[in-house]
């Protein structure tokens, strides 16, 4: 029942807190998990959506070229950001999309490092949710670490479904007809 969680008025709803951790082995701390309004059918709960400060995640390996995609969300007291990854191994290239960023390049780490990059936010991005796209080419699967914060360092949310929809860059064109 979405109702039963905690009500957090910053996100307009109910969340529920799950927790997992992977306590021995290496088994890359992968999990799935799915959200229903029924325990015997995969039934979808209207609004539902998902999200955590700090993303472990196994980048899949490349037939030709691999993406995947992190939404953080950037309210509206945010001035800039930090996204530090981990463990990248240097095998892929990080890219900030938004709708005042078209690709923009940030740090990637390499194996078994910590790197970090500072993004400034627009007024326009306010509000709306990142595209953090990691693009590689490698055809090893690889286990890495992303989190991001803001300019007071405290942690920004990633959001499985983008807030405000994925990210589409607006171009803005200055024309002038001169006579």
């Known amino acids: 029942n979405p109702l039963e969680g905690e009500l957090v008025e910053e996100f307009k709803g109910y969340v529920f807190k799950v927790v997992a951790r992977g306590t ?3 088994d890359g701390n992968v999990y799935r998990y799915y959200f229903s309004t029924s325990p015997t059918a995969s039934l979808p709960v209207p609004g539902g959506n998902a999200f955590t400060y700090e993303y472990c ?3 899949p390996p490349a037939l030709k070229q691999s993406t995947v995609h992190l939404y953080p969300f950037v309210n509206d007291k945010v001035v800039s950001i930090k996204q530090s990854n981990y463990d990248v191994d240097g095998t892929a290239q990080l890219a900030v999309f938004s709708v005042s960023k078209n690709g923009h390049p940030a ?3 390499g194996d078994k490092q910590w790197v970090s990059s500072v993004l400034p936010i627009t007024d326009k991005e306010r509000g709306l949710s990142l595209d953090l796209r990691l693009t590689t080419t490698s055809k090893t ?5 992303f989190y991001v914060t803001d300019q ?3 942690a920004l949310p990633f959001f499985a479904v983008p807030i405000g929809g994925p990210p589409r860059y607006k171009y803005d064109i200055d024309m002038k007809i001169h006579r």
């Open 24 to 26: 021995a082995g290496n």
């Open 152 to 154: 007071y360092d405290t």
């Open 107 to 109: 740090a990637a780490s």
């Open 57 to 59: 995640f196994r980048m």
């Open 141 to 145: 699967p690889n286990d890495m670490q």
